[in-house]
């Protein structure tokens, strides 16, 4: 009853809200158009639904995440895939964690490499997988990636609901144009830079360790930002062609 009070409070915003956007600033996303997309649950969420953080399907049984979403017990985690809402536990699949990866070269100083590779304890069977981008050069000024997740809407969008968003590979110029980037880690061999110099659309919490696809292949992994969405603060992607051989070689 509660949930159901919540779901039309939502729908109501949502309406209301109307020229707003939604991720923050995105649409609604369907779960045929985006199988890959894994919500990486816990049971230590604040959320009743369990969320916690995004991943994505890369072979039947590995799942690529942020490794700064593995700071809880490696028990309390798991995927679901095929659950746009994820109060709806009536649709889609879940499955518990058997082995964590967090890349090597990962630290909280600089949050570089924020790769984790996950091995489901019983595979996705039949779910189409996203192919790792390879291509360094890939990440360049101009391409119009799509990133997805359950994360915060700031009000823009139901919550907890898989919303995807376009968001302008903006160049590693702009973010290492901005001091606090740089001295947050921001590296233009190790980072994909994506938003809106205006603001309005961005991954946002919630949404870390969720996919920033572009033709069909795994370009970037949502890793962190300032606030959500502001002007001037895009949103920081950890770059998957810098990693791919490394991570590559987590998935058999
Ligand atoms: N670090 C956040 C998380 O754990 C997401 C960061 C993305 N933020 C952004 N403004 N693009 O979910």
Not at 100 to 116: C, E, G, I, L, S
Request: aromatic share 6%; with cysteine.
């Amino acid at each position: 009853m509660l949930k159901r009070a919540a779901l039309l409070v939502g729908v109501l915003l949502t309406v209301t809200a109307g020229a707003k956007p939604y991720v923050v600033g995105g649409t609604l996303a369907s779960v045929s158009e985006a199988p890959w997309a894994i919500a990486l649950n816990n049971t230590q969420s604040a959320s009743s639904s369990g969320r916690y953080c995004g991943a994505v399907l890369v072979a039947p049984n590995k799942i690529v995440t942020a490794a700064h979403c593995m700071d809880e017990a490696v028990s309390t985690y798991y995927a679901v895939q095929g659950r746009a809402d994820l109060a709806d536990d009536s649709t889609g699949q879940t499955a518990k964690i058997s082995k964590v990866w967090v890349h090597p070269k990962y630290n909280t100083k600089d949050n570089r490499y924020d790769f984790a590779v996950l091995t489901l304890a019983k595979p996705f069977v039949g779910v189409p997988v996203l192919p790792l981008e390879t291509r360094t050069r890939a990440d360049r000024a101009g391409v119009v990636p799509t990133v997805y997740g359950w994360g915060d809407t700031q009000g823009t969008g139901p919550d907890e609901t898989l919303q995807k968003a376009a968001v302008p590979d903006l160049g590693d110029s702009t973010c290492t144009a901005n001091q606090s980037y740089v001295a947050n880690g921001y590296a233009a061999a190790t980072n994909i830079c994506a938003g809106y110099v205006e603001g309005g659309i961005d991954a946002c919490q919630g949404d870390s360790g969720g996919p920033l696809v572009l033709n069909g292949r795994l370009l970037g992994v949502v890793s962190w930002g300032q606030d959500c969405a502001q002007p001037g603060k895009p949103g920081v992607y950890a770059e998957v062609a810098a990693a791919a051989p490394t991570l590559q070689s987590q998935l058999h």
